[in-house]
């Protein structure tokens, strides 16, 4: 597996474009430092789901659903990102 470093570079890259829930809910988000944010029906969410947050989360990956991350901050989201194929490329 890459380092995580290359990873959060690949999340950052992402940054505007569409992701989808494993529920099928739509959703984009902006990395305005070592966190970002999540915009879902054109409003942005009251979290943020930091860089520290997705390093723990991707040590446990690959994961099946959400619920295998349940321990990490906004799971539905974080393990949508991280299991898209833009983000994890073959390293997961």
């Given at each position: 597996m ?16 569409e ?8 959703f984009?988000?902006?990395?305005p430092?070592?966190y970002?944010?999540v915009?879902r029906?054109?409003?942005e ?11 723990k ?6 994961a099946d659903?959400?619920?295998d991350i349940?321990?990490r901050q ?16 073959d390293?997961?």
């Amino acid at each position: 597996m890459s380092e995580f470093i290359e990873v959060w570079e690949r999340i950052r890259r992402c940054a505007g474009e569409e992701f989808t829930t494993a529920s099928g809910l739509p959703f984009t988000y902006r990395v305005p430092g070592d966190y970002l944010r999540v915009t879902r029906d054109g409003r942005e969410i009251n979290r943020s789901l930091s860089r520290t947050n997705f390093a723990k989360a991707t040590a446990a990956m690959p994961a099946d659903r959400p619920s295998d991350i349940k321990d990490r901050q906004g799971s539905a989201y974080t393990w949508a990102i991280l299991m898209d194929k833009r983000v994890r490329r073959d390293d997961w």
